[in-house]
């Protein structure tokens, strides 16, 4: 029974095939008969009843490839991996190599509280192969693991692959839409996932396995006021080399040493500092945002500036163009983007108010 899929699986002895299989009814139907025609009297019902018993033993596909690597030569093969992407940004070794061993110690169960909530996103033109680094990330062993086709749409479904899948790649990610960057937030935080199985009364609770990574073809991706700290954006400058021959249990015995070791792998404050001067570069810069720039800038040395409120800013905005509304939700979401983009701010008894100079 595997434990990851809910999937039971056969392989039939002394045979060419190496790979399991999952169990369907021909493949019941199959086992009744052949017992039969070998004099053993047995029902259907006998063989359903003990392939749904504990006399079928568990198996974890990812924890017996994790337990079961020889042990590391000292040759650092993820930062190799990482130097496979062509890029401009001094910081990528590190950053992937930080990401790498937070997926394989959430594979192996260390953090409970806490999930990979870290994504790099390759960002490229197209035939850059992007797609198929993030294939080869995995071993082919575990490669069933990988889904590049998670459907925001359904709630449930996505949900569900967080236990189903080890990596998930949104491919296109320019395409997910503004209003399913929270459902999305969700996702990458969610430690496990709370599911209730079809005509059953029930909540359980599922062991979450997934990381996530993405792939686009557009710059200006990032589109959160509040910042931009659980992504890792590389711009890819040339095609990524994936014709390369990988030493897969040496990677994954490096990252295994290094996490009983006790190595760190989780992003700290120094680490998502970088992240996010480095995605400035990628964030989306909204319509009101870039009116705001042509009127108002922050103080320089020297100057005094005056303090208003985001309501008072939108107002001399307004009157410069009438497309923005006054509505509450526009009035937070306005304040988060000048709390993005630094500008001094101080509490007063009308609410927060905001250092700037009029243009």
């Given at each position: 029974?595997?434990?990851?899929?809910?999937?039971?699986?056969?392989?039939?002895?002394?045979?060419?095939?190496?790979?399991?299989?999952?169990?369907?009814?021909?493949?019941?139907?199959s086992?009744?008969?052949?017992?039969?025609?070998?004099?053993?009297?047995?029902?259907?019902?006998d063989?359903?009843?003990?392939?749904?018993?504990?006399?079928?033993?568990?198996?974890n596909p990812?924890?017996?490839?994790?337990c079961?690597?020889?042990?590391?030569?000292?040759?650092?093969?993820?930062?190799?991996?990482?130097?496979?992407?062509?890029?401009?940004?001094?910081?990528?070794?590190?950053?992937?190599?930080?990401?790498?061993?937070?997926?394989?110690a959430?594979?192996?169960g260390?953090?409970?509280?806490?999930?990979?909530?870290?994504?790099?996103?390759?960002?490229?033109?197209?035939?850059?192969?992007?797609s198929?680094?993030?294939?080869?990330?995995?071993?082919?062993?575990?490669?069933?693991g990988?889904?590049?086709?998670?459907d925001?749409?359904?709630?449930?479904?996505?949900?569900?692959?967080?236990?189903?899948?080890?990596?998930?790649n949104?491919?296109?990610?320019?395409?997910?839409?503004?209003?399913?960057?929270?459902?999305l937030?969700?996702?990458?935080?969610?430690?496990?996932?709370?599911?209730?199985?079809?005509y059953?009364?029930?909540?359980?609770?599922m062991?979450?396995?997934?990381?996530?990574?993405?792939?686009?073809?557009q710059?200006?991706?990032?589109?959160?006021?509040?910042?931009s700290?659980?992504?890792?954006?590389?711009?890819v400058?040339?095609?990524?080399d994936?014709?390369?021959?990988?030493?897969?249990?040496?990677?994954?015995?490096?990252?295994?040493?290094?996490?009983?070791?006790?190595?760190?792998y989780?992003?700290?404050?120094a680490?998502e500092?970088i992240?996010?001067?480095?995605?400035?570069?990628?964030e989306?810069?909204s319509?009101?945002?870039?009116?705001?720039?042509?009127?108002?800038?922050?103080?320089?040395?020297?100057?005094?500036?005056?303090y208003l409120?985001?309501?008072?800013?939108?107002?001399h905005?307004?009157?410069?163009?009438?497309?923005?509304?006054?509505?509450?939700?526009?009035?937070?979401?306005?304040?988060?983007?000048?709390?993005?983009?630094?500008?001094?701010?101080?509490?007063?008894?009308k609410?927060?108010?905001y250092?700037?100079?009029?243009?």
């Amino acid at each position: 029974f595997n434990a990851l899929t809910n999937d039971l699986e056969y392989r039939q002895r002394d045979s060419i095939h190496f790979y399991f299989k999952p169990v369907d009814q021909r493949v019941k139907n199959s086992i009744a008969m052949d017992a039969l025609q070998e004099g053993i009297r047995v029902w259907d019902r006998d063989v359903n009843r003990y392939l749904s018993s504990n006399r079928v033993p568990l198996y974890n596909p990812v924890e017996d490839y994790l337990c079961n690597l020889s042990r590391w030569d000292g040759k650092d093969r993820i930062r190799a991996l990482a130097d496979l992407v062509p890029c401009n940004n001094p910081h990528w070794r590190e950053l992937f190599y930080r990401w790498f061993l937070n997926m394989v110690a959430h594979w192996r169960g260390l953090d409970k509280l806490h999930s990979n909530s870290t994504s790099p996103l390759l960002v490229g033109a197209q035939g850059f192969r992007k797609s198929t680094y993030c294939r080869i990330i995995l071993p082919p062993e575990l490669r069933f693991g990988y889904t590049d086709s998670l459907d925001f749409k359904s709630k449930r479904d996505a949900e569900l692959y967080l236990g189903r899948f080890m990596l998930i790649n949104i491919d296109e990610f320019d395409q997910v839409s503004i209003n399913q960057q929270g459902f999305l937030k969700h996702l990458l935080q969610k430690p496990v996932a709370n599911l209730r199985k079809p005509y059953g009364s029930s909540i359980q609770e599922m062991r979450r396995y997934a990381s996530f990574i993405g792939t686009s073809n557009q710059k200006d991706l990032l589109t959160d006021p509040s910042g931009s700290r659980r992504f890792i954006c590389i711009e890819v400058t040339a095609p990524i080399d994936t014709n390369v021959t990988i030493n897969y249990r040496q990677l994954y015995a490096q990252a295994m040493e290094a996490i009983v070791k006790g190595e760190r792998y989780w992003f700290d404050d120094a680490d998502e500092a970088i992240l996010r001067e480095a995605n400035r570069e990628f964030e989306q810069m909204s319509p009101v945002e870039q009116l705001f720039h042509c009127y108002f800038r922050s103080p320089e040395e020297g100057e005094e500036g005056e303090y208003l409120s985001p309501m008072q800013i939108l107002e001399h905005l307004r009157s410069k163009s009438r497309d923005i509304k006054l509505t509450a939700s526009n009035v937070n979401h306005f304040g988060r983007i000048l709390r993005k983009n630094n500008l001094e701010y101080k509490r007063t008894c009308k609410g927060i108010v905001y250092r700037v100079e009029k243009l």
